[in-house]
Every structure is written in C-alpha cells, then in structure tokens.
C-alpha cells in the first residue's frame, strides 16, 4: 500500500440491523486512538444520518471516479446502491498510529483481508432470525419487500461467519459492547 501502519484494521460484519453501528460507536466512545472510517455511498441520506459522520454522500459520478482512480479500498452494491470504503482516509489514520474500524459487508471484508492480511475481522450476528426481521421492521426504513431482501441478504451473510476472527451474537447490546471492546484491547 506504500505507507507504514502503526495502527490496527478491524473490520466489522454482519446483517442489515444487526446492530453493527450502535456497537461500533459505543465501542469507540470507550477506547483510545480507535475510529470508525466513514463510508462513502450513492445513496440519498435516510432522515436520520448526517453527511460526513454517518457517510459521505456522493453522487453517482463523484462515486464512479473514485472507482476509476482506486481511491476505494473496496466497494460493493449493497440494496440496489454502491458503498465503499475510501482508501486515503484509512491508510492515513492507520499511519498516524490510529486503529481504524470498518462497518462493511462480508464482501468488502474479504477484499479487505486480501489487501491487508493482519486485519481482524468480527462478525455480530443476530441471536436468531426473527429477533433481526423484527428489528428491521422496528426501525421503519425499509419496505418489506426491501425487508425480505435483507433477511434473504443475511442468510448468506451468515454462512461466512467461519472466515471471521471472532463472532458477537447480539442478545443483549451491553454485553455484546464489552466482548468487543475486549477482543479489541487484547488484540489490539
């Protein structure tokens, strides 16, 4: 990649309304020189999310040269709408010393790992299949057509927990706050 890393990678997984962000965040809220990396997407922002925290928002175009200039360190298409994950923004944090967390996909881990062989990968995966479908429909963002397709998505999303460091089943969020911000203080 052409610049030293000080800092750890850590990428994160698992299904649509898992519970990967209120995770992410309260786990970086608790530890020292961690940081999320903020995605970039095409999509238009829900009600609820602020361009430059929860993604940078981009236009088809904006995202397309980004494509064309590997400015990505992966990206996907993920509900009809691509996310990425900008290359210069973590490689500069994980030299600056920063340990530097990706909420990404199964796909977008594996390109990941590829590229960078000691990133730590954990999976949070829901305690069963109708806790998650009803924490989709709780949050009221979805259709339920879309819904299905997130479900049908996590199936497959599950079978992939064997490539993963570690899995967090989400049953209760304290806990499972803690186990990860253990596996981080112990590997990190």
Not at 3 to 9: A, C, F, P, R, Y
Not at 82 to 103: F, S
Not at 114 to 123: C, D, L, S
Request: overall charge negative.
């Amino acid at each position: 990649m052409g610049i030293q890393m000080k800092g750890k990678l850590l990428v994160v997984s698992g299904p649509s309304g898992v519970g990967k962000g209120t995770i992410c965040d309260r786990a970086v809220a608790r530890l020292h020189n961690t940081m999320l990396s903020v995605s970039v997407t095409e999509r238009p922002p829900r009600a609820i999310e602020t361009g430059g925290r929860s993604y940078h928002f981009l236009t088809p175009d904006e995202f397309d040269m980004l494509v064309d200039n590997d400015g990505l360190l992966e990206w996907a298409v993920y509900g009809g709408n691509r996310y990425g994950t900008p290359k210069a923004d973590v490689m500069y944090a994980l030299a600056d010393g920063n340990n530097v967390i990706l909420e990404i996909d199964v796909q977008g881990g594996e390109k990941v790992k590829a590229q960078i062989p000691e990133t730590i990968r954990v999976f949070i995966a829901p305690p069963n299949e109708e806790a998650l479908l009803e924490r989709l429909h709780k949050r009221g963002t979805e259709s339920e057509e879309q819904i299905l397709a997130r479900i049908e998505r996590a199936r497959g999303e599950m079978k992939h927990t064997k490539d993963y460091d570690y899995v967090i089943v989400n049953d209760n969020l304290n806990k499972a706050i803690d186990e990860f911000v253990k596996i981080i203080e112990e590997d990190f």
